[in-house]
């Protein structure tokens, strides 16, 4: 009887496998997948350098472990890349004209050494880029990283036209890329080019002058042009890879894969498990420069987990580093050997609530003044985020260039004061002769166990200090964005911003600007998020990103900010991200605020680690 | 209309064997094999103190579930810290609360007594909805079996093919995106009225509802297949027994002690599907506090701070405990036959 | 039989189409599209993006391309090139050099730009099906001998024990049981590694691990009983309660009365019969282990097709939303059909007809 049992069970099995076994016969898997089999989490491959250096062995070579947080890395692509996985990897296997340094995020030569600007009579700004010509693409043949050749037996060295083609396929409309609209902003005719008005290519502002001279040129004549011309969507990249050429075949969407990818970075791709692990390892054809140096560890792995099993493997000695949890942060500073190792580092971030400035109550500037400081930020960070963030007093984060920071505008923009903001409310209530407690007020934030304790905190601030009750309505991510950027935004509602190059422009005008991110347009007229329309700060905010003279940049941000947060009192900044880090002892390490690591820059004491 | 054959009396009895010399009903008969099981006996009482405690939750509770005190948060009594003493380099004390406090600083304690309520109501609805039409569509396919039983069959195999917790994601963000601004007055309006005076509830037992009756029917409509084709069957209706008398007293008494197994193992199933959709963000709308959602906070720090994790999942553990035995209880006092008696 | 299997194989082709119709409406009426996001891209963009995906089309023009795609066999004549995401059929068979049949296109998913909706089939669900498949074997193997100790000496003081351990594995849920597992396992006894997987594509066959010796079971060994254990007590539960009710009909009396010894009676009738529910189940609930893993695979960090059931629908991934839940329901139909076989298998009295 029992064995009839098991035969059915042993059905059920097979059904599995015949439905498992659903394999394709003919779908190109990349030859070189067979090469690189790894036992089971265990490197036992050699990694021979192309260049003579000795022979690692596997025990003593600098391998580091790292999290990038639950899922696939979406892509690798750098015409496609969007989020901060993605560009990390983007970030290490291939270098823009310009880079970022990771930590003060300012603009330094990449693959141009130099670069010089002309203010064109239309008032266009042209650049021009001048590359270096020692640098070769290279790819992981399953045992070593190799000089990409070409049809013609020559190492392909990345110049100018490699640019220009990674410039042209992010715009192309076919490609698709999301990212485009930050070069079709910016550059001259990039956007009619990428939405399809025109499809001949030299109406875009990107000129090839010779092997190793590019030209590209802006709309507008501004500080952050060179930081634009290095983000990841302006890369070079392999068009014979990708298109195919006399002696390559070409891989379309799937140049991205292992097996498959080519690069020029300091690291280039190893392994994509995807949803499990990315390994990047060491380009030793990399020709070092002061600020972007040889890579000293071998291979980076970096796991994708969920923030407590990640904490989990750091614990049990499998991750270097990692970001801690919310709910490990009372144990971490209470354990002496883990407080040790934990650092905070800023990010350039900024969590904000918005009004609708044109919903019922929310219309009238007192209250939102009120709401915005009855907001005890500091006691939400002790008791709530925990992780050592800013109050955040004003939007742009301080450390882009342009935004005013703490110390040069030390009252600038807004912050808790009880009694300010019962005097604003009384002031309205007295109006419109109502109590606090008759307000209608809704606070919707999109379903995450972070923004629900936050809003639950701030909920309770504003009826102990206001005595004003809030209704917290939250909605799932892609319904919320439909609400909150559409007609019936609600009166408050929750949103954060990150960099993406690293200027107030980024930050202050690509949200709250005409049509901005969080102020989005219809018809010439405020559509949704806050429904903000102030003619004379759209004027500030053209004007201020024109400003040639820093100091008086930040003064002009300074201005804007205090209309955005304090007059108009359009959002209400809440506080500035850091990231809490813990890291081995034996790492060396730097820390970045742009999102991204330069891996290039650490180092691992072998003899210190275990 | 033919005169029923009353087959209490009958030597012919639910399982073709007289169930009862003293001639008593099969419903008192029940009640009183129900009393005699101590295990049911507990479970149930177990069950009515939990009833009453949601019902009179603000009398009970020393705190209101929502009050906050950010800086009590995670702050707990010392007989807890002497439960967990790897909370010992960090913990606060204070004996303000019974079990602690949460993230927030609200009382664990009472939001476990108000969480009862949003728990209980889904382990009662969920299956009452899903006893309801299960049963009901399972018996009268099982029962009549042939086309119909084939073409009622086929609606459930085609609800049955969906995977019923995404399912019911997909439900709730259409439900609550549907009704998220309606104007007063309209259907839309009152439903959406309804979901937030419920905390969220109403689409979420509407999800569930629409998902788990099929499993019902299905397990309705083998059980009355195998048992429609007895002896005794044959028997009351060679007796000349109506359809529906055949289905009510002779089919479900006999089908009913699987059905009502399934349905208490069940409620953990409805439960969890709660505790799930919280932890995937979905679930009661804050501050409502329920079980599910509190194990699924408290599961996050629950290296940190164990107690906001074990003290939910201790009460919805004793919960389903008597659900459990209540259930056995249930199906032993239904279905005489099953008496304990060996 | 033959022919009621071969009416029941066509009722399953209607069963998918429905369910394709169904999920295709209800995933188009949620408001949120793919490509929403905190930063809102201009209409240029999102433009580009849709017709990309042929999201520009009318509804009912992207359904019938979708079913074209999935359900109708294509021809190619030459070796596929595998170059296009949206040109990845499942199903690649070389007749000769120059003719191919082409079958199951699920389309690209728009989360992952070098992926299809068959990739992530072929490299994420193998997984899943390990998990799965572990689980429920766990599951049987605890929970079925469970309810049968429980049954033979019910009222005494294995079975309420047996039943406590059964209820006690249905009520910690894996959210709380998986963490507490990682930290004394893997964090303080270090005995396990805390998360991930020991196997990796390719798959022999498409689904089985290469490596089956110890570094493939120190990680499937946490999940698959945090996963199987609730799942076991609902087995454990079901066993005891049919088998209880199978001892008491009359042809085990019958038995008995013949005086067949009590260990035939019980392994000889009532077993077979008692497990006719019990393998009712097991059908939706190795399709609810493969599937319903998510919460599993966040915590152990597992790179199986859980996290796509959830996320795809959070994401509007609509080719993979459809992708999912259609592998779902053939999945279910099929396994059904076999209970259904079983069934009268195990119970000769129900006939097909």
Redesign the interface.
Known sequence: ??S??FV??G???A???I???????????PET?IQT?I???EVQEVVVTATPAPVVKPEQMKVLTLNMG????????PS?G?DTSSIQIVAETFIGLTRQDEVTNLVEPGMATTWDSVVNEDGTETITFHLRNDVTWVRYNGSTVEQVLDCDGNPRIVNANDFYYGIMRTLA??????Y??VL??SMVGA?DY???ETDDPSTVGAEVIDDFTIALTFIEQAAYNPAIAGMWIAYAEPSWLIDGDDCTD????????TGFFQGYGPYTLKEW????TITLVKNPFWVATDNIPAPKIEEVTW????A???M??Y??G?IDTVAI???????V???PVLSAQYVVAPDFCTYFYGFNTQAPVVNDVRVRRALSMAVDRQ??ID??LKGNQEPARWFSRPGLAGAPTMEDHPDLGIGYDVTAAKAELQSYLDEVGKTAAELDLTLMFN???GH??I???I??MWKDNLGVDV?????????????I?GA?TPQIWR???CLDYPDANNFIR?NFGPNG?AN?WKDGKPFGGAMYNNPDFFAGLLDAAREQDPKVRVDKYAALEETLVSTDAVIIPIYWYTRNTLTKPYVTRTFSTGGHEYIEKWDIDMDAKP | MTQPVSLENNEFGAGGRPISVKGESLFRDSVRRLARNKAAVVGGTIIVILILVALFANVVAPYPYAE?T??D??KLPQWVLSLFPTMK??AQLSSDYFIGAD???RDLFSRIIFGARVSLTVAFIGPLISLLIGVTYGSISGYFGGRLDNLMMRVVDVLYAFPSLLFIILL??FF??TF??PTPGTFTYTMSQLD?ASGGLLFIFIGIGLTAWETMARLTRGQVLSVREKEFIEAARTLGAKDGRIMFRHILPNVVGPLVVAETLAIPGYISTEAFLSFI??GV???TPSWGSMIS?GA??I???PNQAVFPALALAITMFAFNFLGDGLRDALDPRLRGNQ | MGRYIIRRILYMLVVILVVSFITFGLMHS?????????????A??I???E??YHLDQPLWKQYLSYLNDVFVPHIAHE???????AD???????ITDTF?IRW?NFGPTF?????SV??I??????VS?QL??LA??IA?IIGVPLGIISALKQNTIYDYLGMSIAIFGVSVPVIVLG?LM??IF??TL?WL??????S????I???LP??LGW??WKYALMPSVALGLGSSAILARLTRASLLQVIREDYIRTARAKGVKERNVI??HA??NS?IPV?TI??PM?AGL?TGTFVTE????I??MG?YFV?SI???DYPVIMGTIL?YA??LV??NL?VDI?YA??DPRIRYD
């Open positions: 009887m029992r009839k049992f059915l069970a059905l059920l099995i059904v599995s496998m439905l498992g076994a659903c394999q394709p016969a003919a779908v190109p898997t997948i089999i036992v089971e989490g639950p899922g696939d890395i979406p892509t690798i692509d496609l969007t409309p076919a490609t698709a890329s999301q485009a609209y079709g902003m956007n990428n939405s399809g070409a891989r379309g969407d799937k140049w991205t894969e498990v995807h949803d499990s796991t994708m987990l969920d407590s099993p990640a989990a493997e614990e049990a499998n949890p919310l709910a490990d942060m009372d144990r500073k209470a354990d006691s939400l008791n709530v379903t995450s166990e629900r304790k809003a639950e905190a909920q309770q209704k917290l309505v939250n909605q799932e991510w892609a319904v919320y964005l439909k609400t950027k019936d949103l954060g911003w690509e991110s989005p | 906050q950010l800086v948060q995670n380099p960090y993230y927030v600083g709730l963000a609550r995106s998220a601004h937030s963000g979905i709308n804050p501050p906070d996050q720090v290296r940190t701070y | 949620v408001p949120g599209g793919p490509f929403d996001k905190e930063k809102s891209l201009p240029e963009i433009a580009n993006l017709k990309r070796k596929p090139k595998g170059l296009d995401v990845d059929y499942l199903i690649d068979i070389k191919w199951m989360s992952s730009r070098s992926r068959n990739d089939f072929r490299q994420q669900l193998p099906v799965g498949t429920l074997i049987i963490p990682i930290w893997g964090v270090k590694p805390p998360t991930g997987w020991g990796k594509p390719p798959y066959f498409g689904f290469t490596n570094d493939y392994v000889g077993l077979k497990l393998v097991l059908g190795m493969v966040l915590t152990f960090g790179p199986g996290k996320t959070t994401n509007r592998l053939v999945f099929v396994a076999l079983m298998y195990l």
